[in-house]
């Protein structure tokens, strides 16, 4: 099943941004949308400014261009973002996730069908320690920005099941990359390496975190997007490791020899405590496989960050 013309939403961020790249470089047709856009007005000239909330134009849009598939990556992206106001980053998340997915529903009345990808977060399952964290595993996060990717979930699956939209979930472990631009304990500890400036943080030791290169995100979507009824329709989305704070640092200090980093013991209090995930499914319906491991992945970061440096 090979979609032909796809929306992709959150177009300028660190997801949607590259799967814009991809696709375009693949020669499909793609529509994308973002509170502003310029950056991807080099990829494709059907790039468009837009604020989530403008349902009106956001159908004008879908239905200008035969839009056939939604890649919805807008939104607040992390727990860290938005909250000071809790009530606007749920109006955005759920909100914006809402207004997709009715835009998918009317296309599946017109034409009968529309496949709609919503990326929501590991962090919906909350603090659980286990490995082997397979897609039924309970739901049980407490905090807003969770949450509201659990609601987004919720929608998207209702829209399936009552109104025929061709929906998957995919629950996307911690994305990193050069254009990521929010907090990343990574690209702190490379950015303070390169400028001579030592990195102490309360916390890391022993503390795991389940990073996943951007580019393997990306492959994930796209296999996603293009398969064809899938047994399952939530997937998660990880590098296949779950490796510690303190790890992460080593490798930087291999990278870097000057590099002066320091961890005490103890969890990083924006994150939860999450056990490794299962991407099984993935491979088995999807055909995914992570590539990138962390070494080659904070070597190609610890690369941009000096370009965008130079």
């Not at 080099?42 to 403008?54: K, N, P, Q, S, V």
């Not at 207004?99 to 603090?127: H, K, M, W």
């Not at 629950?171 to 102490?200: E, F």
């Not at 490798?251 to 991407?279: C, K, M, N, W, Y």
Request: glycine residues 8%; contains cysteine.
């Amino acid at each position: 099943m090979l979609c032909k013309s796809i929306l992709v939403t959150g177009a300028n961020g660190l997801l949607g941004y590259d799967v814009v790249k991809r696709l375009v470089a693949d020669g499909r047709q793609v529509v994308a949308v973002d509170r502003t856009i310029s950056d991807v007005k080099a990829l494709t000239d059907r790039a468009f400014d837009l604020e989530i909330g403008d349902a009106h134009r956001l159908h004008e849009i879908a239905f200008r261009y035969g839009v056939d598939a939604i890649v919805h990556c807008g939104g607040f992206s992390g727990p860290t973002v938005g909250r000071d106001n809790p009530s606007l980053m749920f109006k955005v998340n759920i909100g914006g996730t809402l207004d997709v997915a009715e835009v998918a529903r009317q296309i599946t009345i017109r034409s009968g069908r529309c496949r709609l990808l919503f990326c929501s977060s590991l962090t919906a399952y909350g603090n659980q320690a286990v490995d082997d964290i397979t897609e039924d595993f309970p739901l049980l996060s407490r905090q807003c920005y969770p949450s509201s990717k659990i609601a987004g979930e919720a929608i998207v699956s209702s829209y399936a099941a009552e109104h025929n939209v061709d929906a998957i979930s995919l629950r996307i472990a911690g994305v990193y990359g050069p254009r990521r631009r929010t907090s990343c304990v990574l690209r702190l500890m490379i950015s303070n390496a390169l400028a001579g400036r030592p990195t102490h943080l309360p916390y890391g030791n022993d503390f795991p975190r389940q990073w996943v290169y951007v580019d393997d995100v990306v492959d994930g979507i796209l296999l996603a997007l293009d398969v064809d009824r899938p047994s399952t329709r939530t997937f998660n989305i990880s590098g296949g490791i779950n490796p510690t704070i303190d790890e992460a640092a080593s490798i930087i200090r291999e990278l870097i020899p000057s590099a002066e980093i320091t961890l005490e013991e103890g969890a990083d209090p924006e994150d939860v405590t999450l056990g490794l995930l299962s991407i099984e499914a993935a491979r088995r319906e999807l055909g995914y496989k992570p590539a990138v491991s962390l070494r080659d992945g904070i070597a190609r970061l610890l690369a941009a960050i000096k370009e965008q440096k130079a």
